[in-house]
Structures are given as structure tokens and as C-alpha cells.
């Protein structure tokens, strides 16, 4: 069975600074894919960012970019000019094939402080 | 294009009722699922559908039913409320496309059970 593992429990980070979330997970698969939502305080799960493992090329969306690691099983999620809107828990998440069921890691409370 | 609804939003539950939470999507998404958020645990498979007439049990199943009559709705329900069953239940649906296979969540549902 896949595991997802997030070993930051809590980060914060100076408005406009850069941080990066850590995600590391176990899997047999060659193929499969990773992603990273966003929880806000009205708790809605929002889709910061996805990867394709056949794909070599780190994913971006604007601010947010990933690192990538296939062999070292490792998909981190760097947030650059961090704002205050930027305050919620973030959740690395594996998915197998399509239409298969999300593994999510314990998330990461992110707090980005003025 | 509502995408994913789930009704109620808030639940106060006595133990030992039962109830249905309602998930419906309008995007004719094959596949749809409900997990539950638990403080510390991030999100856990309930159960699953990949088309009409198809479920299956997710890593926590216990205490709950589904049923998928239609591409659309997706009820999840609990039979006999416990209060290890206080949480926060989010509805999903996606494609099996692979250009557009990430999963859509609802507002969520929060059930306390007293």
C-alpha cells in the first residue's frame, strides 16, 4: 500500500519570503501521480499543484512550484513571495492511476506572518 | 456548473441516529468518493465509486454505507452514529481524462455526534 509522509506538523514564514514544504512516499508504481492541496480556514480543498511521475519536468503554477525527486520519492512544494492568503494547511496527496482513490499525508499547518 | 455540492454543511447528531449525507456532482464524473478529516490525520478513504453500480470499502469503512444509482449522487450513510464519528466528510468526484484527472472536492460536511 502507498504511504504519504509530511514531516512538518507546523512552518511559518515572513510575508514575501520563500518556504518549502517537505513530502516523501512509498509506492512499487512507475506511474502514477502527486499532488498538493490547500486547505484554508473555510476549509475548502483547493488544488495548488499536480505532477505526473512519467513527466521529468517539476510542475509550476505562478508562485508555487515543486521539486520532484522520483528516485528518492520525494515531492516538495516551494511557495515563493509568500502571502498572507498563503495561511493554511497544505496536504501532499498520491494517486495511483485516474479515477483511484487519493492518499493523503497529515498535512502541514503553513502560517505566513506580516 | 455547480461541480460538487454536499448537503448539510453542520450536523449535530444524538449516538445511536442515523442519517444521510448527500454528495452530488454535475460533471459526469465516473468517479467519486468520501473521506473523512480527523485533527492530525489528514484525509481517510470511506468508501468509493468508479461508475454506477460500483462501490468499494476504503480504509475506514465501518459504521458506513453507499450506494451509486446514478453518475451523479453519491450518499454516504451512517447507520448508527457513534461519536467516534465526529469529523469533517468531503465528497470527491473526477475523470478518468488525463488531461483534467484531479479530484474535485466539496464544501464538506461538519457531523458532531454526541
Known amino acids: 500500500a502507498q504511504t504519504v509522509t509530511q514531516s512538518q506538523p507546523e512552518m511559518s514564514v515572513q510575508e514575501a519570503e520563500t518556504v518549502t514544504l517537505s513530502c516523501t512516499y512509498d509506492?512499487?508504481?512507475?506511474?502514477?501521480?502527486l499532488f498538493w492541496y490547500k486547505q484554508p480556514p473555510s476549509r475548502q480543498m483547493i488544488l495548488v499543484i499536480r505532477?505526473?511521475?512519467?513527466?521529468?519536468q517539476n510542475a509550476t503554477e505562478n508562485r508555487f512550484s515543486v521539486n520532484f525527486q522520483k528516485a528518492a520519492k520525494s515531492f516538495s512544494l516551494k511557495i515563493s513571495d509568500s502571502q498572507l492568503g498563503d495561511t493554511a494547511m497544505y496536504f501532499c496527496?498520491?494517486?495511483?492511476?485516474?479515477?483511484?482513490?487519493?492518499?493523503f499525508g497529515k498535512g502541514t499547518r503553513l502560517s505566513v506572518i506580516a | 456548473n455547480a461541480g460538487v455540492t454536499q448537503t448539510p454543511k453542520f450536523q449535530v447528531l444524538k449516538t445511536g441516529q442515523s442519517m444521510t449525507l448527500q454528495c452530488a456532482q454535475d460533471?459526469?464524473?465516473?468517479?467519486m468518493s468520501w473521506y473523512r478529516q480527523d485533527p492530525g490525520m489528514g484525509l481517510r478513504l470511506i468508501h468509493y465509486?468508479?461508475?454506477?453500480?460500483?462501490?468499494d470499502q476504503g480504509e475506514v469503512p465501518n459504521g458506513y454505507n453507499v450506494s451509486r444509482s446514478t453518475t451523479e449522487d453519491f450518499p454516504l450513510r451512517l447507520l448508527s452514529a457513534a461519536p467516534s464519528q465526529t469529523s469533517v466528510y468531503f465528497c470527491?468526484?473526477?475523470?478518468?481524462?488525463?488531461?483534467?484527472?484531479?479530484?474535485?472536492f466539496g464544501p464538506g460536511t461538519r457531523l458532531t455526534v454526541t
Open positions: 509506492t512499487s508504481e512507475n506511474n502514477y501521480y
Open positions: 496527496a498520491f494517486m495511483k492511476q485516474t479515477n483511484t482513490p487519493l492518499v
Open positions: 460533471m459526469n464524473h465516473e468517479y
Open positions: 470527491a468526484s473526477s475523470s478518468r481524462d488525463r488531461k483534467t484527472y484531479e479530484q474535485y
Open positions: 465509486s468508479v461508475g454506477a453500480g460500483i462501490t
Open positions: 505532477q505526473e511521475a512519467y513527466k521529468q
